[in-house]
Each structure stands twice: as C-alpha cells, then as structure tokens.
C-alpha cells in the first residue's frame, strides 16, 4: 500500500484547503492508498482553518470588524507546551468583513489587534499573525491601538479609526505595550516585499484593491507617510522602508515597529507549525495544489512550498489545480513531478467551481491509476492529466 500526504492549499471560491484534501483522499482510497491529510496555507485567509485541521485547538473571539460591527473570529492554539498562537489578519479585518460600498479611508485593523490581545492573554509564548485579504490601509494604527498605543492628534484626542486619520497625528504614547510583549515571540506569515510608502507601498499597490479611488490612494499615503515620520521622532524606530512592512495595508509595518516581530514566509512558517517534514517520513508521495496555478506560485505559494520540502525529502510531488497556466519546464522548476488540472474534465469554469469536490475525486483516481502503480519514489516527467 502506498503512503500519500495530501496538503493542498484552498481553491479560492470553491473549496477550503481542508475540503479540497478531503475529496482528494476520498479518490486515492477508493485506489487503496494509505492518506494523510494535512491541509496548508501561505498566511492567508484559510491559515487558522488549515492549522485547526492539522490538530491546532480552535478558538473564538468576538472582535471589532473593518468598519466597526462585531464578528466571531477564529484564531487557532497549540495544545502542546509550546504554547502557539496563530492569528489571521482577515478572520477580523479581512475585505470579506467588509459591507458595500467598500470604505478604503475609514477601514480599520483594530480587531486583529484585539485577536493578538486574546492569544497573549491565553498564554500564548508565540503569536504568529498571517496577513492578507486585508480591508484597512491604517499601517496597523487600528491593531495598536487595541493593544494600548495611544495615537494622538494636536488636541490629544485619539484618533479615530481608519488610515486617512494618520494625517492628524501628532504624537504617540506606547508607554504600556513593551512590558506586555516582552516576552512573547510575534512572527509575521508575509509573502510580499512591499515596504510601507511609495510606488510599491501599501497604499499604491493595495489600496485600489479595497475600493481607493486614486485620490483615496494620495490621502491614505499621506497618512502612512506621516505615521512613520512620528513612529521614527517618538520612538526612533524606522522600519518603513523593510521588505514586507507594506503587507496588509502596512500592519507587517506596525507589527514591526511596535512588537518586534519578524517577518517569514507563510508557507514555510506553516509547515514548520505542523511538522511537515516529519508527516513525510515514509511517504511514497505527496499531492498539493491551488486553484490557478501560474507563475505567482512559483513565487512562494503555498503549492511551490510543499514541494519544496518533499523533494528535500526525497518524495516526489504532484500538483493539482482547477487550471494550470505553467509550462512543463516552469512545473520542473518548481518542484512538481506532474500537474493535473480540473479543466482537463470540464472546461465550462463555472461548471468546474461548482464540481470541483466530484471532479478533485476523479482526478485523485486518475493519479493512482498513473503513478501509484509505478515503483516508489520514481518520479514521471511533469504532465497534465
């Protein structure tokens, strides 16, 4: 009987991580395969449901949403002493949370900050904050303020929430936040290098994508611009132009600024949480996947992750998805012994999202019939089912 680890990441509107690697191993047993599931994400949305699924604790915390409404957020902890914490940036402040008209200029971190608050008051040693799908540009502003930063305008009023309010900041008073985190471990899940200002920073690259019109974009910099120029005068911190500190409209930067934290690939942060390299002990080969898988995987996706570290395991990886855009050549590079897509079985997309619990099922089959049979770690030249 062979060994096959399934550790997918989500198709993005069709099925979670979890879901997916489900009906892959539905299929791979009706072959009689022995499966393990174990779920990934790359710090994004989905990274607590795919931990709480590799035996994480979940855990629920009514927190303040993007733009002030209440939501039951999720975050996920360890049950070993170790004491982890994984918290997700879009379980509280995420662009789903957010009612239409999306408001760009008055979106707010504050309830992750609140989730940060519940995991170092449960014991956390280690807080591991994954970030993406954010709604706020507020570098973090919001976050911290739940934390107890005080950010103050010319009068000392607290600012209210939101980016385009950075404007007014006058001064800042994070008096009570060192002793609170000065033992605990905050390690950042970011995949992107953006810094906080600029062409490349949070409000110019991801403010659009959380409904800034270009004018918006020019208030939200000028907020961002104008709360590092402070952090840097009260605190003599200046991390603004760090690799990440752009990520999630610019909360890496005040996890940074303010917590210490480091920042680390989501995936590869992920996998070393759930003990991947010891799941693929003894394994014959692994499965992963997404829902598109193009050249942004090869850049650190979850997908790109995993087979990384099963080929310095020695076990072959196969890729799944519900459309391939990657040449056989781009598949070598990143890793992946062959590649089966959806498409393949129905071309009709939207008939492909709807079905793709069946179809991943299909597939599943198909890649036991194919390579299953063949000898252990014989890895075939990359193709599409």
């Given at each position: 009987?062979?060994?096959?680890?399934?550790a997918?990441?989500?198709?993005?509107?069709?099925?979670?991580?979890?879901?997916?690697?489900?009906?892959?191993?539905?299929?791979?047993?009706?072959?009689?395969?022995?499966?393990?599931?174990?779920?990934?994400?790359?710090?994004?949305?989905?990274?607590?449901?795919?931990?709480?699924?590799?035996?994480?604790?979940?855990?629920?915390?009514?927190?303040?949403?993007?733009?002030?409404?209440?939501?039951?957020?999720?975050?996920?902890?360890?049950?070993?002493?170790?004491?982890?914490?994984?918290?997700?940036?879009?379980?509280?402040?995420?662009?789903?949370?957010?009612?239409?008209?999306?408001?760009?200029?008055?979106?707010?971190?504050r309830?992750?900050?609140?989730?940060?608050?519940?995991?170092?008051?449960?014991?956390?040693?280690?807080?591991?904050?994954?970030?993406?799908?954010?709604?706020?540009?507020?570098?973090?502003?919001?976050?911290?303020?739940?934390?107890?930063?005080?950010l103050?305008?010319?009068?000392?009023?607290?600012?209210?929430?939101?980016?385009?309010?950075?404007?007014?900041?006058?001064?800042?008073?994070?008096?009570?936040?060192?002793?609170?985190?000065?033992?605990?471990?905050?390690?950042?899940?970011?995949?992107?290098?953006?810094?906080?200002?600029?062409p490349?920073?949070a409000?110019?690259?991801?403010?659009?994508?959380?409904?800034?019109?270009?004018?918006?974009?020019?208030?939200?910099?000028?907020?961002?611009?104008?709360?590092?120029?402070?952090?840097?005068?009260?605190?003599?911190?200046?991390?603004?132009?760090?690799?990440?500190?752009?990520?999630?409209?610019?909360?890496?930067?005040?996890?940074?600024?303010?917590?210490d934290?480091?920042?680390?690939?989501?995936?590869?942060?992920?996998l070393?949480?759930?003990?991947?390299?010891?799941?693929?002990?003894?394994?014959?080969?692994?499965?992963?996947?997404?829902?598109?898988?193009?050249?942004?995987?090869?850049?650190?996706?979850?997908?790109?992750?995993?087979?990384?570290?099963?080929?310095?395991?020695?076990?072959?990886?196969?890729?799944?998805?519900?459309?391939?855009?990657?040449?056989?050549?781009?598949?070598?590079?990143?890793?992946?012994?062959?590649?089966?897509?959806?498409?393949?079985?129905?071309?009709?997309?939207?008939?492909s999202?709807?079905?793709a619990g069946?179809?991943?099922?299909?597939?599943?089959?198909?890649?036991?019939?194919?390579?299953?049979?063949?000898?252990?770690?014989?890895?075939?030249?990359?193709r599409?089912?």
């Open positions: 009987m062979r060994r096959v680890v399934v997918p990441d989500k198709f993005k509107g069709s099925l979670s991580a979890a879901e997916v690697a489900a009906h892959l191993a539905a299929g791979l047993r009706t072959e009689g395969s022995d499966v393990e599931c174990v779920p990934v994400a790359d710090g994004g949305d989905g990274t607590v449901a795919a931990m709480v699924t590799s035996g994480y604790q979940a855990q629920w915390t009514r927190v303040t949403g993007p733009l002030g409404a209440l939501v039951d957020a999720m975050w996920a902890s360890s049950s070993s002493g170790a004491a982890v914490a994984v918290v997700e940036l879009a379980q509280a402040s995420g662009l789903v949370l957010s009612p239409r008209p999306l408001d760009a200029l008055r979106a707010s971190s309830g992750t900050g609140e989730l940060l608050r519940a995991a170092r008051d449960s014991g956390a040693r280690h807080v591991v904050l994954g970030v993406g799908g954010s709604a706020c540009t507020d570098g973090g502003a919001g976050m911290l303020q739940a934390l107890g930063v005080r103050l305008d010319a009068n000392g009023r607290d600012l209210p929430p939101g980016g385009a309010a950075l404007r007014d900041l006058a001064s800042i008073d994070a008096a009570e936040v060192p002793d609170a985190w000065r033992d605990i471990e905050v390690t950042v899940a970011c995949d992107v290098d953006n810094p906080l200002l600029g490349n920073g409000a110019a690259v991801y403010g659009p994508q959380k409904g800034a019109s270009p004018s918006d974009v020019a208030v939200l910099e000028a907020g961002l611009a104008r709360f590092a120029e402070v952090v840097r005068r009260d605190l003599g911190v200046d991390v603004a132009d760090s690799p990440g500190a752009g990520a999630a409209g610019g909360v890496a930067y005040g996890v940074l600024a303010f917590l934290a480091r920042l680390r690939s989501g995936i590869e942060l992920v070393s949480l759930v003990d991947f390299d010891k799941r693929l002990v003894g394994a014959d080969l692994v499965i992963t996947g997404e829902g598109r898988l193009d050249t942004q995987t090869m850049r650190g996706k979850a997908p790109a992750g995993v087979a990384a570290a099963a080929t310095r395991a020695g076990v072959p990886t196969i890729a799944v998805s519900g459309v391939c855009e990657l040449t056989s050549a781009q598949l070598v590079e990143a890793g992946f012994t062959a590649a089966y897509q959806l498409s393949d079985l129905e071309p009709d997309l939207q008939r999202i709807r079905d069946p179809l991943l099922e299909r597939i599943a089959t198909h890649i036991a019939a194919d390579l299953l049979a063949a000898p252990a770690h014989n890895p075939t030249a990359p599409s089912s």
